[in-house]
């Protein structure tokens, strides 16, 4: 087939009055008089502009981009104006086996648009091909797709933000909270019910001020760009809850609007930074929500199909599919990579964002040879003037040919340490042999990090995130527990180094309660003093359980939304220990250093920046480090050694951090070290909630609790710290601001 036919729409007539505009900036482009309009196809024959009435239902006008420059189709309507509903149609030649799947009958989403209007719908018409037909996608579809697909409305950009500028949270004092927009709100009887759930939800001055007060720095939003519901989810009574299928790169998702306007968004970035709080998104530019052959065509597949997306080389009809979704957005070609660039520049120049995180970054830095440091994105952002001064996150895996690279992005990323998350898990589950590499991951894991000048806070270190098990769950369940999503709970990992310490679920045991909370406890503090970045995932702090599920990410339901009204006992006294330990980390330099801890003497200084001692208090041996039976030893963090370049001793407080996987009892003499007097126990998982501030001498024996994590600081005085604040510096006050009843 050479060219796909135009539809037939008789009542559709081209009445406004059109002129040549220009090729750029692409997308809809309002100036104040009218707006101009351009998108780019190569091989496109003609491009059509059609608009909508103010519902986006019913077509009005189809009106014929008038030029061609470079690639990219425009044309100017001086009689448009912000608020005008629109979407495409493009004509070209409907070849499968050369990569092309042009077909007018399709209405196309533009690429950059910046608001989408109504819900996609699912239906026979959205697809190219017809469904029932022999060949598959080799046939030919000429319904029209109108009235089931969201569709383009041109926004005007103004808006006040008032003096609240971006927080510039330096990196290595940045501790991220991951949340979901819907989950953190959607049942939080503080906020009105209209807006639980959305934007303005999330704008409520409560909602930062409970972060501040916990202590996080930056939020990190789960996807909010346009996405689209899977239709076999929608069978299934489901929806994507995630939302990792990307439908439009500049639109906030439909779904989290509680008004009709996405200024809506900059009100809750002017809300967060206002209290101090960064807002870094959490973004899929790897795949899009077309799918492969068999998919659906809603915007790049009908634009351009053969420029867009990755296609086999030798068979262009099939999708290179890295991602596992059907298809691989094609970062490779110069305009596509320029629309990612561009995507991502508006969302920090327009929306003010603070920074990404890169879902299967691997993808993105992949070219036709494999990853490429020197890769067309890669370079972009290292290079760019808006770009590389925001938070670049990777993570840095996916499925396609060496997708493992973890350590391996460029310098000024950071990236998701996995590595720190399982050596975490099996070492607080108690398996063997972990000491090496649980003291590689809690000191920065400089084997993966220390190059090129990399700092610690490159490794962003997480025990928990959306995917997987969360905190509660993960010291209660030994097993997934998927059945809801409908998948015979064949879905999800089952390798999530778990333990249920004694029962499957919830438990009444008391003696069972008591450790899981002291777990939680041991994995929070873990993550909190460790070098590198660390990750919350929101509901943590509390106790959110998901009911054992580890793959929740079509439960838009209870399952995944924060219950705010169910937070206990248990669950306040975990936020509050969690605000302790932030506030520890806060107030000890030594605890986010600029420089990888490396153990070695430093003769100049005279001093080693640390040392692992045994439970003697002596320096590890070797054999040590190999008796598989060990788990438990200290880390003694020497605040004479100068956390930077600079060629003098450092000044910062000397800390001793002792963890005790062991589920007895383990004596533990505390070394005697230069320049102090004695030592101040910060931390014990073990009494989390002591009021008084002990203090032990040098070479005294104390008796560390099985399971259990504690810090002292070292005292050069005499007396005794009266409380916790003055211990930890008057960072934070815990007592005297407790947090409002746990929840924003």
Known sequence: MTDSPRPSSPQVQQRAVVREGRPFPLGATWDGLGVNFAIFSANATKVELCLFDDEGVTERERIELPEYTDEVWHGYL???????????RVHGPYEPDAGHRFNANKLLIDPYAKQLVGNLEWGPELFGYQLDHADKDLSFNDQDSAHLIPKCRVIDPAFTWGSAAHPMVPWERTIAYEMHVKGFTKLNTRIPEAERGTFAGLAH???AEYLRALGVTSAELLPIHAFVDDSYLIEKGL???????????????????????????KEMINQFHNAGIEVILDVVYNHTAEGNELGPTLSQKGIDNANYYRLLPDQPRYYINDTGTGNTVNLSHPRVLQMVADSLRYWVTEMRVD??????????????????EGGGFLDVCRQDPVLSRVKLIAEPWDIGPGGYQVGQFPPGWAEWNDKFRDAVRAYWKGDEGML??????ISGSGDLFNSRGRKPWASVNFITAHDGFNLNDLVSYNDKHNEANGEDNNDGHSNNHSWNHGVEGPSDDPEIQELRERQKRNLLATLLLSQGTPMILAGDEFGHTQDGNNNAYA????????DWNAVGKDGRALQEFTRKLIAVR??????????????EYNEELEVKDVTWLSPTGEEMAQEQWDEAGAKCFGML??????????????DDATLLMITNAYHDVVEFTLPEVPDGKRWVCLIDTNTPERTDVPVFNFGEVFEVTGRSLLVFVLSQEDRQPRNLREAIGAILDIKERPLDTSRP
Do not use: C, M
């Open 78 to 88: 001086p009689e448009a104006r912000p608020g005008t509903v629109y979407g495409f």
């Open 205 to 207: 001055a409560r909602v």
């Open 239 to 265: 929806k994507n809850y995630w939302g990792y299928n990307s439908l439009a790169f500049f639109a906030p998702a439909p779904r989290y609007l509680q008004t009709p306007f996405v200024n809506e968004f």
């Open 355 to 372: 920074g990404f995180r890169f879902d299967l970054a691997t993808i993105l830095a992949r070219e036709p040879h494999g990853f490429d």
């Open 436 to 441: 090496p590499e649980f003291a590689r991951r």
């Open 555 to 562: 439960q838009d339901n209870e399952i995944n939304w924060l």
């Open 586 to 599: 806060r107030a000890y330099p030594i605890l986010h250093r600029g420089r990888f801890l490396v153990g």
């Open 637 to 650: 963090l020497d605040g004479r050694a100068q956390p930077t370049g600079i060629k003098k001793r450092g």
